[in-house]
Nanobody
Framework: HVQLVESGGGSVQAGGSLVLSCVASGFTGSNKCMGWFRQAPGKEREGVVSISSLGRSTYYADSVKGRFTISQDNAKNTVYLQMNSLKPEDTGMYYC??????????????????WGQGTQVTVS
């Protein structure tokens, strides 16, 4: 079965950096859309960034453009999220998610079929 496992969260000061990783397993076929979402206490889960595994198209939320970078290593079935210039408002639980195709609905959490357990990011 499909499994997504995140790692790399932690606590940093504002302006710092973190790298999150998501290892995917159990997928059949090479094409998939991998996304990162985050959820702060009392707020809805929001799409941060997504990447298409085949076309390498990327999609970013306006709030993280220029600061966050998504990348992937298909040989390792791993997606990375490089987060620079972190702000307190970036604090939240970060989740890795997957679905078949990226599209205009990349930021819609309801469209994703698979989710990781989440990793906490705290920026102070």
């Amino acid at each position: 079965h499909v499994q997504l496992v995140e790692s790399g969260g932690g606590s940093v000061q504002a302006g710092g950096s973190l790298v999150l990783s998501c290892v995917a397993s159990g997928f059949t076929g090479s094409n998939k859309c991998m996304g990162w979402f985050r959820q702060a206490p009392g707020k809805e889960r929001e799409g941060v960034v997504s990447i298409s595994s085949l076309g390498r198209s990327t999609y970013y939320a306006d709030s993280v453009k220029g600061r966050f970078t998504i990348s992937q290593d298909n040989a390792k079935n791993t997606v990375y999220l490089q987060m620079n210039s972190l702000k307190p408002e970036d604090t939240g639980m970060y989740y890795c998610a997957a679905k078949a195709w990226c599209s205009d609905s990349w930021a819609n959490a309801n469209m994703y079929n698979y989710w990781g357990q989440g990793t906490q990011v705290t920026v102070s």
